[in-house]
């Protein structure tokens, strides 16, 4: 729920130089080292797997609780998405490039966080939701295992894929987690659980739109946008 890159990869501003035969300030020393070290960066990256990790286990520890309680599928199901996603997060490649833009890292970082607010619900059509569900699953599944490796939060050029799922549609991630949380939601109908799925699915659809806006600078993406014309829906969008 679903790239945090490591702060390395960043590409950073040069650093900011005095005036020639002028004094530096202590201002702009104090800058020159924060760029140089990639303070910024570094404390950007840390931060947000912490996030990623308080987040992630508070919405696990609830819903294995609740699935202790009720016996609702959908609860375990939504579970074991999240910690296969985290698992694969762990396990990402280094990125070649990375969107330095503070709206493409605000969005990613929205975007993958709000679902994780979802919450278990007395209310439950699990006949459709726990179906759901299972589809996203393995399209997720199937469509990480492709990827391999090459996964994250925010934007980032890595190793283009192009067989699986990847040859039919070009983000069959999102489509996999559209599925999800639709399930999750039918599975465990609540006002709130309503709020959070329309955020999610628009906060989603602006970051999959600036996801291959940073990925277009790429002429290999542009070949392989015109080869899979298709991004959720094979044969519609």
Known sequence: MAELVD????????PVRAHVGSIPTPGTLMVQ????????????TWTGNLLLATFWSLFVYINIYSFIRTGSISLILGALNESIIVCFFLLREDAIDVSSKPLDWGI???ATFFPTLLRPSAI???????????IGIVLNISSLLFLN???GIVPARRTIKTKGPYHIIRHPMYASYFLIIVGYLVGNVSLLNVVVV??????????LLREEMFLMQDKSYQTYCKATPFRLIPFIY
């Open 124 to 134: 439950s059509f699990s006949l459709i939701g726990v179906p759901l569900l299972l």
């Open 149 to 151: 490796r090459s996964f």
């Open 108 to 110: 990613a970082f929205a």
């Open 7 to 14: 702060a390395r990869h960043l590409k950073c501003r040069e």
């Open 33 to 44: 080292y924060i760029f140089s070290k990639n303070i910024i960066y570094k404390f950007l």
């Open 198 to 207: 329309v955020g999610t699915i628009a906060l989603m659809a602006i970051r």
